[in-house]
């Protein structure tokens, strides 16, 4: 859409009825919306990190009395911190009063460690097999790990209202603009270089009076389905003939048959990022969810 946009809603007699099929598309499918995607997606990845590792998911410890015994390292995993500091998961071996040898790990311990070294450990005397050392932390994350995720959340929210935002626009030319009498695609053009390169999908039509205008949608890559010279359907504000929009620009490309717009089928960026949302969170829930459920009614 190009030119000078004006903000006038112009209601006719037969302006069109946009489905909420057509909406979801517009608004989930844009740009700016397909950010939030990626935001949500990066969000519930270390959502589920964070969960998994932290003492609820690991089950190391409950609400529960506890009992201590001695414990020796049998292993550990060094690795440093973005400050470069040393980070060491200790993993170790303590003996039950009843003779019973169990295992555990305790995460990022600061202080030098190897194998042999002695501990005393804490550990749920309804659940023996939960424990943790003393003095060490309990979590295999960072605390950015935690705010990253946290602020993914209004990021995301800021950038699919940006999104919803945008798609109004589009949303008030299908239904109020003027079909052109005649449109074709023409050819898509590049901006910028490297990874600043966006692609516009560019369309002629002519108004109503003959005139012959241009018009620019964005397009994820140059690789547009339509080719050269081949024929478009383009609205146009009619306020403002500058202002128009090419249907198969849109996502989900819809089409206007006599008064009504077919939605189109969901775009494939949109299936594909809704789909891997729900695989992240399906086995977050499934391998990280269920154990710290089992933590939660325990610890009741």
């Not at 209601?11 to 979801?24: H, K």
């Not at 049998?74 to 998961?89: A, M, Q, S, V």
């Not at 009063?97 to 005393?120: C, I, L």
């Given at each position: 859409?190009?030119?000078?946009?004006?903000?006038?809603?112009?209601?006719?007699?037969?302006?069109?009825?946009?489905?909420?099929?057509?909406?979801?598309?517009?608004?989930?499918?844009?740009?700016?919306?397909?950010?939030?995607?990626?935001?949500?997606i990066?969000?519930?990845?270390?959502?589920?990190?964070?969960?998994?590792?932290?003492?609820?998911?690991?089950?190391?410890?409950?609400?529960g009395?506890?009992?201590?015994?001695p414990?020796?390292v049998?292993?550990?995993?060094?690795?440093?911190?973005?400050?470069?500091?040393?980070?060491?998961?200790?993993?170790?071996?303590?003996?039950l009063?009843?003779?019973?040898?169990?295992?555990?790990?305790?995460?990022?311990?600061?202080?030098?460690?190897?194998?042999?070294?002695?501990?005393?450990v804490?550990?749920?005397?309804?659940?023996?097999?939960?424990s943790?050392?003393?003095?060490?932390?309990?979590?295999?994350f960072?605390?950015?790990?935690?705010l990253l995720?946290?602020?993914?959340?209004?990021?995301?929210?800021?950038?699919a209202?940006?999104?919803?935002?945008k798609?109004?626009?589009?949303?008030?030319?299908?239904?109020?603009?003027?079909?052109?009498?005649?449109?074709?695609?023409?050819?898509?053009?590049?901006?910028?270089?490297g990874?600043?390169?966006?692609?516009?999908?560019?369309?002629?039509?002519?108004?109503?009076?003959?005139?012959?205008?241009?018009?620019?949608?964005?397009?994820?890559?140059?690789?547009?389905?339509?080719?050269?010279?081949?024929?478009?359907?383009?609205?146009?504000?009619?306020?403002d003939?500058?202002?128009?929009?090419?249907?198969g620009?849109?996502?989900?490309?819809?089409?206007?048959?006599?008064?009504?717009?077919?939605?189109?089928?969901?775009?494939?960026?949109?299936?594909?990022?809704?789909?891997?949302?729900?695989?992240?969170?399906?086995?977050?829930?499934?391998?990280?969810?269920m154990?710290?459920?089992?933590?939660?009614?325990?610890?009741?």
């Open positions: 859409m190009q030119g000078p946009y004006r903000d006038t809603k112009v209601v006719e007699a037969g302006s069109r009825a946009l489905p909420l099929a057509l909406r979801a598309r517009l608004v989930l499918g844009h740009r700016f919306t397909l950010v939030a995607w990626l935001l949500l990066g969000s519930s990845v270390l959502s589920w990190h964070c969960a998994g590792n932290s003492p609820l998911g690991t089950r190391t410890m409950s609400a009395p506890r009992g201590r015994a414990a020796v049998t292993d550990y995993r060094t690795h440093n911190g973005k400050r470069g500091e040393l980070y060491r998961d200790l993993f170790y071996t303590y003996t009063p009843d003779g019973q040898e169990r295992t555990g790990v305790s995460y990022h311990a600061h202080r030098p460690a190897g194998v042999g070294d002695h501990y005393t804490e550990y749920d005397l309804a659940h023996p097999e939960r943790r050392i003393i003095g060490l932390r309990e979590t295999a960072e605390s950015w790990h935690v995720a946290l602020l993914a959340l209004p990021a995301a929210l800021g950038f209202l940006a999104g919803w935002f798609a109004r626009r589009h949303m008030k030319l299908l239904a109020y603009g003027q079909l052109a009498p005649w449109a074709q695609f023409q050819s898509v053009e590049s901006t910028g270089s990874k600043s390169r966006r692609y516009f999908a560019v369309h002629v039509y002519d108004t109503a009076d003959g005139q012959r205008r241009s018009c620019r949608e964005p397009v994820s890559s140059s690789r547009f389905p339509d080719n050269p010279g081949s024929a478009a359907q383009v609205l146009y504000h009619p306020m003939d500058r202002v128009a929009v090419a249907l620009a849109l996502p989900g490309r819809p089409t206007l048959e006599g008064d009504r717009i077919v939605p189109g089928r969901w775009p494939r960026r949109v299936v594909a990022a809704a789909a891997v949302l729900l695989v992240v969170n399906a086995l977050g829930a499934l391998t990280m969810g154990p710290i459920l089992d933590q939660l009614y325990f610890m009741r």
